[in-house]
C-alpha cells in the first residue's frame, strides 16, 4: 500500500474526492482495501459533509473486498485502487494488468461460490468493465445515502 493511502489523505481535485492505493496482491491485502475503503468513507461523512448511509458503507466495503480479490485471482495480483465521491456516489474502481474481461456466468442454483461479480453488479447504481492500454479498469459506482430511514454511518438519531 503507498504511503498517501497509508496516512489517509484525501485528494481534492474540485469536483471529487478520492483516495488511490496501489497493491502487489499480498495475503490481507483485501482487508487493507476493507480498512482504506471504511475509513476513507468515514472520513467523507466527518470532513466533507457527504452522507453515507450504514448500507451504503457496507456495500462499499463487500464491492472493494470482490474487485481487489478478483483482481489478485485472476490478474497479475499487482492491481490500484480508485475510490472517489462524484454525485452521491462512491466511484469504486479497480485496475489491473490482466486483459481478460471478467464475465458473469448463468444462473446456477447448484453452483457453489463464483457469484462475486453478480453480487456487484446486483448492488451498484452503475458498473462497466473497459479495456485500458495495458489491462483492464472495473468501476462500480454504489449511492452513498440510499437508506430510506436516513440511517447514516457513525450516527444515532
Not at 496516512?7 to 481535485?13: E, I, P, S
Not at 476513507?40 to 448511509?53: A, D, I, K, M, T
Not at 453478480?118 to 479495456?131: G, K, L, P, T, W
Amino acid at each position: 500500500m503507498d504511503e498517501a493511502a497509508r496516512n489517509g489523505d484525501l485528494l481534492q481535485d474540485g469536483t471529487s474526492v478520492g483516495v488511490s492505493v496501489a497493491y502487489e496482491g499480498a495475503m490481507g491485502d483485501a482487508a487493507q482495501g476493507r480498512a482504506l475503503a471504511r475509513g476513507f468513507l468515514e472520513r467523507v461523512q466527518s470532513v466533507h459533509g457527504f452522507p453515507v448511509s450504514r448500507r451504503a458503507m457496507d456495500i462499499v466495503q463487500l464491492v472493494v473486498s470482490e474487485l481487489l480479490t478478483n483482481a489478485f485471482r485472476h490478474g497479475s495480483g499487482r492491481c490500484r485502487l480508485d475510490l472517489n465521491v462524484v454525485g452521491g456516489c462512491v466511484r469504486v474502481a479497480v485496475w489491473d494488468a490482466s486483459t481478460v474481461l471478467p464475465m458473469p456466468q448463468a444462473p446456477d442454483p447448484s453452483r457453489v461460490g463464483q457469484h462475486g461479480l453478480e453480487i456487484v453488479m446486483a448492488v451498484s447504481r452503475n458498473f462497466e468493465v473497459r479495456r485500458e492500454t495495458t489491462g483492464k479498469r472495473v468501476v462500480a459506482a454504489i449511492v452513498l445515502a440510499d437508506d430510506p430511514e436516513g440511517d447514516l454511518a457513525g450516527h444515532r438519531f
